[in-house]
């Protein structure tokens, strides 16, 4: 029995010590920023990985003022939100219709989507830029929202029609035998139960849309979103890198919040997406 006790507290080390270490290898970063952000410039030259003996808060006041990081933070929540409504309606109209309805091509729609999820952002980045200069798209918040929606969309209708796919369809068949149409079954059915896939994707595409650089620097030139202007605050040859943690902590706070607030939703849409649809 005691070897036994002994051998379990050997592998739980066993497993606890690298996991440990993993955990510190993702605090330290956050810990370094904001560590960084509380330094004044010639504080941090001279000591770069101290903890601070004299915090300020004045790298936090530029950024936001100075650097113009509250325009792009307004940038920034206007197109998320704008971006995921739109991702969640199509997604879920998109979903209910792969999973639930019986119609001919079902199966090659969702095999094309499942196949564009292969594909990667930068093979399409020239064609794309083409057509949004075609439809006069470029440097506006409406071009980018639509931007986001075609880049993200086919994850999003992957993971509503695998969660529709595990509802019985014994109450889209009772809902029709009633009289309701396609869109009052969708409405009053549909979206109240798929809630808790909403929720997740909701968060995911915040996620995605907020952190994204490489698609807004394309379609905003003029504007620009907060993650493109945190990047600019990079100098060519120097860095302010206090300024720059700063601003790394502001964008960050909002979606640290979230997923803190969220982390359960987030762990039970991964695991719906993993369901056969």
Request: with cysteine; hydrophobic share 55%.
């Amino acid at each position: 029995m005691a070897e036994v006790k002994t051998r379990e507290k050997r592998i739980l080390w066993i497993i606890s010590v690298p996991m440990a270490l993993l955990a510190l290898s993702a605090v330290y970063p956050v810990f370094f920023a904001i560590n960084a952000a509380l330094k004044t410039r010639k504080g941090y030259v001279l000591d770069r990985f101290g903890l601070t003996t004299d915090p300020t808060f004045v790298n936090f006041s530029q950024a936001w003022n100075q650097s113009r990081l509250s325009e792009y933070f307004t940038n920034s929540v206007v197109v998320t939100v704008g971006a995921v409504l739109v991702l969640l309606v199509v997604a879920s109209m998109a979903g209910f219709a792969l999973a639930i309805l019986r119609f001919r091509g079902r199966k090659i729609i969702f095999i094309t989507i499942l196949v564009s999820l292969m594909i990667p952002v930068q093979v399409v980045l020239v064609p794309f830029y083409r057509t949004m200069i075609g439809l006069n798209l470029i440097d506006s918040r409406p071009g980018l929202i639509i931007a986001y929606t075609a880049f993200f969309l086919p994850f999003s209708v992957y993971l509503m029609t695998a969660f529709y796919a595990r509802l019985p369809r014994e109450l889209f068949e009772a809902a029709q035998i009633d009289g309701a149409n396609l869109l009052r079954v969708w409405w009053h059915i549909m979206l109240p139960m798929g809630k808790p896939a909403l929720v997740t994707l909701g968060i995911l595409n915040t996620l995605y849309c907020w952190n994204d650089v490489l698609i807004s620097l394309l379609v905003l030139q003029d504007q620009r979103t907060l993650m493109v202007g945190i990047a600019a605050l990079r100098g060519e040859y120097t860095t302010n890198v206090p300024l720059l943690a700063a601003g790394i902590c502001l964008a960050a706070a909002p979606i640290v919040i979230i997923y803190v607030i969220f982390q359960r939703q987030i762990v039970n849409g991964i695991a719906v997406g993993a369901v056969k649809g």
